[in-house]
């Protein structure tokens, strides 16, 4: 089985302009992701998609893979619909957060092997919450699960509802997944998910997952135990400074 790692990269931003090229530590967050996601030895190649010239000749600066796509896309789904359109060759795209500097490879590789099973159509990632704080952050999104290991449902809400217990009681009572924002597709999926009307759940929540799970695709799920750190305001960076560099 053959897995490409892409790696979307929007210069614009509303809330953080410019973001994979701001500087880390030494090194432009892009770089830093690419330099991670090059680690996972199930990917047998790596590449960032972007829309812009300055990421796309940033890239090819630090001898990174890049392909130019449309600007119209509205999500990293669809900017890696794109890129397996151009190449072949593959099996399975890993859809991997630009946002992300130091992602783990072991995250990667969890997810990877979701596609050992010749069923799987489409895999994420979940991690157990331990903290009220993350229980009820609607900007968390929660997960539910069968006992199949497969998604049953993605919500900013705080579910399964518990009818009998106080809210902070919650967390003891019952086992609650927040979602890791990392997706593998098969690539046949990939591009017949594309095709796909937004839906009536994910014009409610703001989850493009759900158009999937409306539609009737099934989500497999892996539990990791690291966290994601990532870079969403500027105010992050420091945050990520003074966390991997004293700084």
């Known amino acids: 089985m053959r897995t490409i790692g892409i790696i979307p990269a929007r210069y ?3 809330r953080f302009p410019g973001k994979p090229l701001v500087d880390i530590g030494g090194k432009s967050m892009i770089q830093r992701v690419y330099e991670q996601v090059k680690g996972c030895a199930s990917l047998s190649e790596v ?3 972007t829309d812009d010239s300055r990421i796309e000749e940033h890239v090819r600066s630090f001898a990174g893979n890049v392909i130019m796509t449309s600007s119209t896309h509205q999500s990293g789904t669809d900017r890696c619909a794109e890129v397996v359109s151009k190449i072949s060759g593959f099996d399975v795209a890993i859809n991997i957060q630009g946002d992300e500097p ?7 590789e969890l997810l990877s092997n979701l596609f050992q099973d010749a069923t799987t159509e489409i895999g994420t990632l979940i991690k157990k919450i331990d903290s009220l704080e993350d229980l009820f952050n609607e900007s968390i999104p929660k997960v539910l699960i069968n006992t199949k290991k497969e998604a049953l449902y993605f919500s900013r809400q705080t579910i399964p509802f518990q009818r009998s217990t106080r809210r902070d009681e919650w967390i003891n009572n019952h086992v609650y997944f927040k979602h890791i924002g990392i ?3 098969k690539i046949d999926v990939l591009q017949e998910i ?4 937004v839906s009536s759940y994910e014009r409610a929540e703001g989850l493009e997952q759900l158009r999937w799970l409306e539609n009737g695709y099934k989500i497999k799920i892996a539990e990791t135990e690291f966290d994601t750190i990532a870079v969403d305001h ?7 400074k003074k966390k991997f560099f004293n700084a």
């Open 47 to 49: 590449v960032v998609a």
């Open 194 to 197: 594309t095709k796909l009307q």
């Open 12 to 14: 614009e931003s509303s």
């Open 102 to 108: 130091f992602i783990s490879p072991l995250q990667i």
């Open 183 to 185: 997706y593998g597709y």
């Open 234 to 240: 500027p105010a992050d960076v420091e945050l990520i």
